[in-house]
């Protein structure tokens, strides 16, 4: 199964948030908000995993992981930035659609980088179990903040499904951490 692999799990994520970027940009006026949740919901559990997860692999067994690493950081804290004041300025800021352009941009050339920098290099440096028991800990960060709540359990998500992003990273945090045993 192709989720299996942390590596192919977080690339289909990339793919997922790009198709959400689409669904806020298509979205008609009274569903943007609900559209831009999922946004936010999708992009705060990727990146917390990736920091969480991979990224500490990499520094640690890729040459120049460091360097790698500390490049894809500073990517990412731009885009968490964005993010964030995007959420706190929300759907009705006359500059949100401006806002919106610029993360895309920023997350998607972030991806891109993750992909050719990191990711291809990690895949030839980790073993099948390493990168499912990496899945695992991906999944449990997803599982806690689902990107489409099932109907019915919508209302036990509530909470976390309309959180600030930074609530939303921290419930990621602490399940990933869970899941790989660190606590
Ligand atoms: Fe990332
Ligand atoms: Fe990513």
Known sequence: MAEQD?????????GRIRDLFDEVEQAPPDKVGDAFERLTRMLS???TAEEEIVHPYARRKLDNGHGVVADRLTEENRAKRLLLDLHKSGVDHP????GLAALRTAVMAHARSEERYEFARLRAHTSVVERRAMAAAVRAAEALAPV???????????NLVMGAP?????RAREAIRKALGKR
């Not at 942390?6 to 990339?14: D, G, Y």
């Not at 500059?95 to 401006?98: G, I, K, Y």
């Not at 930074?166 to 921290?170: E, I, S, Y």
């Open 148 to 158: 489409r709540p099932h109907p019915g359990t919508e209302s036990a998500t509530r």
């Open 166 to 170: 930074l609530a939303v990273m921290d």
């Open 95 to 98: 500059r949100f659609w401006e």
């Open 45 to 47: 559990v990727h990146e």
């Open 6 to 14: 942390v590596i192919e799990l977080l690339m289909a994520q990339h």
